[in-house]
């Protein structure tokens, strides 16, 4: 079964400037997760999805981020524009089904440097 | 607010030993799951055990048990037979449901504790 993939692994950019971060979850995987991972703190739910439906966004700096996941499968997460505390680890996570005991299954993450 | 606190920041164990690592939460909720969770130098975040709060049996998954103190929130590690592929950090967190808006299912993680196994 192939995993959660995630593109670029790595990026560098200036201040005001924008990126962009993708992720493929697992196939059948309704339910999609991002997080923000700064370093030497764990994960940070940014934002969930339910199939092509925002169900949580309530941490996402909307000032700045923005997500959407087209046709319930692929997903992107944008900055616009970029700061230097938005340097961290961007994980994407997908599980089956939404629930306490459901397994969530996480890419390797893009790291994003801000300069 | 819910919070994980893991106050070990790092750890070093010898191969073959046991190692506990700590983990206290807080929420007043009475209905959540706890996790440990592996995140090697790939940065690809492994579950590695999984505890419902309502079962009063302590979880176990091959070298890997825990310790679960429902009233004292406490929730540690014990790794046992220590590899060097052990060697990452070790993140405690646990998942309950917000009843706010849509509802949603919010995973919490503490800050971490990094694993060094010796050889």
């Known amino acids: 079964e192939a995993g959660v993939a995630q593109s670029p692994r790595y990026k560098i950019i200036e201040k005001r400037q924008s990126v962009a971060f993708w992720c493929n979850p697992i196939s059948g995987h309704a339910t999609l997760y991002w997080y923000q991972q700064i370093l030497g703190q764990g994960p940070k739910l940014l934002i969930q999805f339910q199939n092509n439906g925002v169900v949580d966004d309530s941490q996402l700096p909307k000032d700045r981020f923005s997500a959407e996941r087209l046709k319930g499968v692929d997903s992107t997460l944008k900055i616009q524009p970029a700061k230097l505390e938005d340097s961290a680890v961007y994980l994407c996570?997908?599980?089956?089904?939404?629930?306490?005991?459901?397994?969530?299954?996480f890419g390797q993450g893009t790291r994003l440097t801000v300069v | 607010a819910q919070t994980v606190t893991q106050s070990q920041p790092e750890m070093s164990v010898q191969e073959a030993e046991t190692v506990t690592l700590s983990c206290t939460y807080d929420t007043s909720e009475s209905n959540y799951y706890l996790f440990w969770y592996k995140q090697p130098p790939s940065r690809q975040m492994i579950l590695v055990i999984r505890q419902e709060a309502y079962k009063q049996q302590n979880a176990t998954e091959n070298r890997f048990s825990v310790n679960f103190q429902k009233a004292a929130k406490s929730f540690s590690l014990k790794i046992s037979d220590s590899q060097l592929g052990d060697t990452a950090m070790y993140f405690c967190?646990?998942?309950?449901?917000?009843?706010?808006?849509?509802?949603?299912?919010?995973?919490?993680f503490g800050k971490g504790t990094k694993l060094s196994v010796i050889p």
């Open positions: 967190a646990f998942i309950l449901y917000a009843y706010s808006g849509a509802g949603s299912y919010q995973l919490t």
């Open positions: 996570a997908s599980s089956l089904v939404r629930g306490m005991n459901t397994e969530a299954f």
